[in-house]
Structures are given as structure tokens and as C-alpha cells.
């Protein structure tokens, strides 16, 4: 028995019943300006809501015309790296968030040892590029999860070494359109932080000094230990942000955690890891407020215990409840 049917006639639509959403451009540019961009994809939490506009500029002028726009609609401005060390609000972030990451550019002189590194360039990426050349340096540096640019803001570091030990100058622009190229002492740098951190000056590239002349060999297999040695020790299996809060002088603060049994510890989806304590991971559909609650109630713990109150490490975008 054969099966048959009528299939309806559809009708092809009109040329002027047929609407496309209009591409958005930053004026003067061929740069996407983006309205309500889920900013969860790009923090390595995997949480997070919109930005209310979203631009990733891939040239200084782009920069420039993000600048000059926000400032014309008088809108609140965030800037983005790579999202590695940052906690966004689920309600998201009103104004322009402005990414870095497409800011990408390696410049090795093999005269001078010296590198010249865009901002939205992953570390790790450089670390491994440097160890290939035998160029020794980063090699503490292969195991973070941040662009170049984040590193200068927040001097991040491991093993002993951090970005400030390195860096001979940093070019920044600030809102007004002004570049500045700053050194090491302009910066005031201090442990996982430095004066850029909060402002509107934004870092469009860094120069650092290396040792070149080594065997690649061997420094591919210092920067290989150190990256295994960090996998061994910490979680990576999960989406984090790295560690949350900063050492205090005392302990440091996975070893405070740890003691008054908070590893393991879970609201929601957000969970002290269990291999770190300094970690909290996102195991499966957590919300920027669960991770956000467990920041807290260890805070209020190891206060209550050791009397000592944990500075997050971890950049905290936006509004959250703190009941």
C-alpha cells in the first residue's frame, strides 16, 4: 500500500516581507559592537550573564573608536582579558564590556633578549613559544590560564616568580585616547596586583626581559615540570578561576581552608575542590551566585577560626545578594 498526502503550498515571502537583524559596527570601523553577549563563554568559571554591549577590538583604532563610543553614550565601561580570574554577576554587566583577547602579537629580538607581547596574547601560549626558542624566563608562567595583559594587572605569578620580576614596560591607553608606555615602577606592583587594577587604563602590549641562548630542550622540559607539577597539585579538570583568594602572611589560604574542613564544601553546582582548597569549581550548572556564596562563607568561616579575612584573588563583577 503506498502512503500519500496533500503537502500545504507555501508561499515564497515578499523581498520586503523578508527583515534581517542589522549588523552593528563601531563607528569608522568593521569592528561587531554586540548587544546582550553572553559573557558565560568567555569567563573560565563558565558562568555569568550579558554584557549589555560587548565589542572585542583587533586593532589599537578599534580600541580607540570602543573608547570614544561609550564615552558618547555615557554607559559604564568593563574591560575583558581572557576571563580567567573573573567571577561575572548572572544579572551580567550594563555598558560596554570591551574584550582583549583578539590583541594578539609576539615579537621576539634576538639582539636584545627582549619580547614584545600584544595583551590579549594567552601566557601560557608565550611561556611555550619562549621555550622553544631556549629562552628561559617564563617557564613558571606555562600553567596560567590568562592573557598577557591580565598578568601585568594582576602580577600574576607561581613558583616562586611573578610578572613584575620580568616586565621592562607596559603600553597602556586610556579612555581619553591617550598611550602610555609605563615601567615596572609606575606600576606599583605588589603581591597578585598592581595600580591598573580597577582603573580604565587599558594594557595594549608589554615588553619583557628573557635570557635567550639556552638549550630549547632543556627549557621545554623545565616549563613541561613546572606545568606537570601544577596539574598534580591543582584542579583542572572542572571549569575554576585558579585560586580564589590571596595568601595572607600568616598560612597560605588553601592550607587555612583546609584545616576547618571546607574542602568539598558545595552550594549549588560552585564546590571546594578537593585536591585544593584555594580552588572553588564549577561541577556541573552552578550560578555565578552559588560560586559567589561559597566565596563567602569561607570567608566567614576562616574569620571565625583564624581571625584572618581572605582577599579574593579573584576579579567580582556586578551584583549579587549577600544574604
Wanted: proline letters at 6%; hydrophobic letters at 40%.
Amino acid at each position: 500500500m503506498t502512503l500519500s498526502y496533500n503537502a500545504p503550498h507555501i508561499s515564497a515571502p515578499k523581498r520586503n516581507q523578508i527583515h534581517f537583524k542589522p549588523q552593528l559596527y563601531l563607528p569608522g570601523t568593521y569592528c561587531p559592537l554586540q548587544s546582550q553577549f553572553s559573557l558565560a563563554s568567555l569567563t573560565s568559571f563558565r558562568v555569568g550573564g550579558p554584557a549589555e554591549w560587548y565589542v572585542a577590538p583587533r586593532s589599537l583604532e578599534d580600541l580607540q573608536a570602543s573608547f570614544e563610543w561609550v564615552q558618547h553614550q555615557k554607559l559604564p565601561m568593563t574591560l575583558l582579558g581572557a576571563g580567567s580570574n573573573l567571577l561575572v554577576s548572572d544579572q551580567g554587566l550594563p555598558g560596554l564590556v570591551i574584550c582583549t583577547r583578539y590583541l594578539r602579537h609576539i615579537e621576539f629580538n634576538n639582539d636584545t633578549g627582549l619580547v614584545t607581547v600584544g595583551a590579549g596574547e594567552p601566557i601560557a601560549r608565550l611561556a611555550w613559544q619562549a621555550a622553544k626558542r631556549g629562552w628561559q624566563g617564563l617557564e613558571w608562567a606555562v600553567g596560567i590560564p590568562g592573557t598577557v595583559g591580565g598578568a601585568v594587572v594582576m602580577n600574576a605569578g607561581a613558583h616562586s616568580s611573578c610578572t613584575a620580576d620580568l616586565l621592562v614596560n607596559v603600553e597602556t591607553i586610556s579612555p581619553s585616547g591617550m598611550i602610555e608606555q609605563l615601567t615596572p615602577q609606575d606600576l606599583g606592583f605588589s603581591y597578585r596586583t598592581s595600580i591598573l587594577q580597577g582603573g580604565h587604563r587599558l594594557v595594549t602590549q608589554a615588553t619583557f626581559q628573557l635570557q635567550p641562548g639556552a638549550d630549547p630542550k632543556e627549557v621545554q622540559a623545565k616549563t613541561s615540570q613546572h606545568l606537570k607539577q601544577r596539574h598534580s597539585s591543582q584542579p583542572y579538570h572542572l571549569p575554576s578561576c585558579g585560586s580564589v583568594f590571596r595568601n595572607p602572611d600568616s598560612h597560605a589560604a588553601g592550607w587555612l581552608i583546609e584545616q576547618i574542613g571546607l574542602k568539598g564544601y558545595q552550594i549549588g553546582g560552585a564546590q571546594v575542590a578537593q585536591r585544593h582548597a584555594n580552588f572553588i569549581l564549577n561541577c556541573g550548572g552552578a550560578q555565578a551566585n552559588d560560586i559567589f556564596q561559597v566565596i563567602r562563607h569561607v570567608q566567614q568561616q576562616v574569620e571565625h577560626h583564624w581571625s584572618v579575612w581572605l582577599e579574593p584573588e579573584v576579579r567580582i563583577l556586578g551584583e549579587f545578594q549577600l544574604g
